[in-house]
């Protein structure tokens, strides 16, 4: 078994876009809208689903935003609640890539933090919030470097030094 996809449900499909793919630099892959079968799927009759693939710069990633009508109450988040999840990022300059998403509006949970224990000591981690309230993780190892930025502060290459 392998992974195919992560889906989250949004509440505006072009909002949730422009954070991860204008944000967070994920790429578009395909869109589309779904067929009858996804009432069944769902559970819910005359569901309709609109869907967009994402990817990350290396392809071993896919999200799947999904937007669903009619819409259900959201459930919050950002509170890590049980029954939530969060997504996580590595191989970026956390620093950058937060002071460009809070330029941008977006919310984070807090500044960025430097661990003193477990597997990222000694490197940083920060959760920020997309549009609708998921928590996502950017991760930078201790021993991480990247050689180049772009010009919107995600790195061209990153490697991990030995």
């Given amino acids: 078994m392998r992974h195919h996809h992560t889906a989250l449900h ?73 029954g939530t999840a969060h997504l996580a990022f590595t191989d970026i300059d956390v620093k950058q890539v937060y002071a460009k998403m809070t330029a941008l509006g977006y919310e984070a949970v807090s500044e960025p933090v430097a661990p003193t224990s477990g597997p990222i000591a000694g490197g ?22 990247h050689d180049e930025t772009s010009e919107d502060g995600m790195p061209v290459t990153g490697t991990p030094t030995s």
């Fill in 124 to 145: 940083w981690l920060v959760y920020l919030l997309d549009p609708d309230g998921n928590r996502v993780e950017l991760i930078q190892a201790p021993d991480w470097q």
């Fill in 10 to 82: 949004v509440t505006d499909m072009e909002r949730s876009a422009r954070f991860y793919v204008d944000g967070l630099g994920l790429t578009r892959l395909d869109a589309w809208t779904s067929g009858p079968y996804i009432g069944e799927l769902y559970r819910r009759p005359n569901v309709k689903v609109r869907a967009m693939l994402l990817t990350t710069s290396d392809g071993a990633f896919r999200l799947e935003l999904a937007h669903a009508e009619p819409l259900l109450p959201a459930v919050n988040p950002s509170e890590a609640q049980p």
